[in-house]
């Protein structure tokens, strides 16, 4: 079947689901393949649920006019998704950076939504599967597309490019993250930048946070670039207040004096800056970015405030990697009080640097003083010689702090996703 033959088929359903178990009758079925599932085995499954058509790459059993082969199901989601995005000449906004770039992305998309019919990633949907359903979820009356993209080794950013095909682009940061698949911190700069040097070549806009050298070093040849930070930039701002939740003096480049957000820890300021800048950019009034950016709250695990049983407690446990651990350890500690918890899980994907990392971060606690501090799962087990406490599992950390029943304590518990440090506060 052709492509064009394809996206007629997709312009009469235009809803895709790859999980039979989300399916709703009239939805086109992709049959993509991974290293734990087949969706080919499900073909039937999501026939007898409705689907209008099923794509599939391998043979199956039996015949049905609504089935669509092809050799490749995940290449023809891409190449479906490209076709759907070429209809298009709205600016397409890329976001990706080693941390914030959901955050990022939620408050531009706040702000963007004030003026213009946008459309953003859903969740963190940022990989080779998650991209391409949410640029076919794009409809015909988008004015701005705002698309997060993910990664953990070099040339995935640029894969995304080839059917985003972005106008604008926003690199966050390029920290210690995923250093295994990346191969070391340049590595990281390296993949991360695939993003600018794809700008390069497309005469595209770049957002570029100022106080970082490396990014103004590879977003060089860029033929738009607009700046923001703390200082010797288009718009800057600083932290006035980080108490329960940051608050943004703005310095520069807006009529805006001071942003009340409701997110927590001062490394967000880099977030709230470049939300301001790309307002600005795209002509949204200084009042609607502002109640934009101060009516945001945070959720699913991302720098989130919660009072619960007498505490207060800062759960940032999406994710982890030893830059962001780092940020959000230094910027606990500056918090006021003296009842001070720290729970923090395994980092993972760091490679022959995961040990020197933890110890890394070991040695960063050490400099400050806590009620105290437990260490859960991960590489933390293989960093010797330290005074803290040590759990194998969530579980066992949580039945800890259960038998402790803190009250008027403070507790920052993080870590990375897949050691789900969430379950400690249920």
Known sequence: MLLQELYAIFLQHPSIQTDTRKLKSGDLFFALKGPNFNGNHFAKQALDAGAAYVIIDEPIHFTDNRIIETNNSLQ???????????????????I?????????????????ST????????GNLNNHIGIPLTILSVKKDAEIAVIEMGANHQKEIASYCEYTLPTHGIITNCGKAHLEGFGGAEGVIKGKGELFDYLKIVGGTAFIMNDYDY??????????????????????????????????????????????????????LPNILVAVTIGK????????????????????????FIQKDGNEIILDAYNANPSSMKAAIENFATMEGDEKILLLGGMMELGNESVAEHHSIVKLIDQYRWKAVVLVGGDFEKVINHKYLFFQNVAEAKDWLQQQAYHGAKLLVKGSRSMQMEKVLE
């Open 215 to 268: 990014l103004k070093k590879i977003s060089a040849g860029i033929s738009a670039i607009k700046t923001y930070g703390t200082q010797d930039a288009e718009i800057t701002g600083k932290v006035d207040k980080s108490g329960h939740f940051l608050q943004v003096e703005m310095t520069k480049g807006t009529e805006i004096k001071k942003i009340k957000t409701k997110l927590v820890g001062e490394y967000n």
């Open 76 to 94: 023809l989601l891409q190449d479906l998704a490209k076709y759907h995005r070429q209809q298009f000449t709205i600016p397409f906004l890329a």
């Open 96 to 112: 990706t950076g080693s941390n914030g770039k959901t955050t990022t992305k939620e408050l531009v998309n706040e702000v963007l």
């Open 281 to 304: 950019y795209f002509s949204v009034p200084d009042q609607s970015i502002q109640q934009a950016l101060e009516n945001y709250i945070p959720s699913n695990s991302r720098s989130q």
């Open 115 to 122: 003026t213009y019919k946008t459309y953003c990633t859903l």
